[in-house]
């Protein structure tokens, strides 16, 4: 009889516990890593998530530790689920502790502050392995229902199609179907851009402006997403698959997406720090939508809802102001 796939995550946070559910519901024996010990403890002995997934059950083949060593030392996937402006210092510290040949996975959906690099870009300039050994899990992708075993549908890519075939035998599951993809650059970009848009439909939904614009906010994104992944070599296909349009409609459209409940706040007039302090976990686009239009700017691309995110999150623009200023914009043809 074989040994089962060994695959470690890290980091405890919802999607990251959902995912080590998925996997370990594949056959796989899963290892969490928890920054705190006191969490691990509560997996281990409650067979919960306390923190981030309260009252749902986990898998007997998934167990924690916060020993990053433990975790890692035989792990054939490597499941990186932190915060993306936290992932270049957690791994800088976790790339000695890596066990050889382990696929490099990232759940992370941001561009990184500064560098504006991907978090595939990331990882491979830190982990310094090859962009074969790493791969990215994106798509429609709400964590509460996936732990809740509610269908769902996803990608994962990796530019060796042999990897990606890998890491979707170790993650398909009767609830979860991922299909494979090599275009890593569009799927990344989808899953970060997506976030920003979904900062825009929440602060139009606070604002209570109406389906049309909820609608007209979610296609021009696309729009938007689509002329940046064309400038970085991204197939325009990609945006209109799960890894795209998907995971773009299920963050404008559910409660349970950290970043529309973000921007709702927003919209219905709470400042930024009243609203972090009402958040308890990462909505990445508050910080991506900068590096994502920095990005933008560095390849030429216009991104005017990226741009008005940004006005409203970090320059203090009213959310009323910087609607009347996108909708006076010049008017062009639909494909410009």
């Excluded at 933008?296 to 991104?303: K, L, P, S, T, Y």
């Amino acid at each position: 009889m074989s040994k089962p796939v060994q695959a470690a995550v890290m980091g405890t946070g919802s999607w990251g516990t959902a995912f080590g559910m998925v996997l370990a519901d594949a056959g796989c024996d899963v290892t969490l890593w928890a920054r705190r010990p006191q969490l691990a403890e509560a997996v281990n002995s409650t067979r919960t998530n306390p923190d981030y997934l309260p009252g749902v059950e986990l898998p007997e083949n998934l167990r924690a530790t916060c020993d990053a060593a433990e975790a890692l030392k035989e792990a054939d996937f490597t499941v990186l689920a932190v915060p993306s402006q936290t992932l270049r210092a957690n791994l800088t510290e976790w790339t000695p502790l890596l066990a050889p040949g382990t696929v490099l996975v990232s759940l992370m959906k941001g561009v990184e502050l500064g560098s504006t690099m991907r978090m595939s870009e990331v990882v491979e300039d830190v982990a310094k392995t090859g962009a074969d050994r790493i791969a990215v899990v994106t798509g429609p992708n709400l964590a509460r229902e996936i732990a809740a075993r509610m269908p769902a549908a996803a990608v994962v890519a990796c530019t060796d199609e042999a990897v990606a075939q890998r890491l979707q035998v170790a993650c398909h599951t009767p609830y979860f179907r991922p299909y494979t993809n090599t275009d890593v650059v569009g799927c990344e970009l989808g899953g970060a851009v997506k976030n920003v848009i979904g900062l825009a439909v929440g602060i139009a939904d606070g604002m209570g402006l109406g389906d049309n614009a909820k609608g007209s906010l979610i296609t021009r994104g696309l729009a938007e997403t689509t002329r940046l992944g064309m400038a970085l070599g991204a197939d325009p296909l990609t945006f209109s698959g799960l890894a795209g349009l998907g995971d773009l409609v299920a963050t404008c459209s559910s409660p349970l997406s950290r970043n529309h409940t973000f921007g709702t706040n927003l919209g219905k007039g709470m400042t930024l720090q009243e609203t972090i302090a009402v958040t308890r976990q990462t909505a990445e686009g508050v910080k991506s939508c900068e590096s994502v239009l920095d990005l933008a700017r560095r390849h030429g691309v216009d991104m005017p809802i990226t741009e008005t995110v940004v006005a409203i999150v970090h320059e203090g623009k009213s959310p009323v102001a910087a609607v009347k200023e996108l909708m006076a914009r010049s008017a062009k043809p639909e494909r410009h």
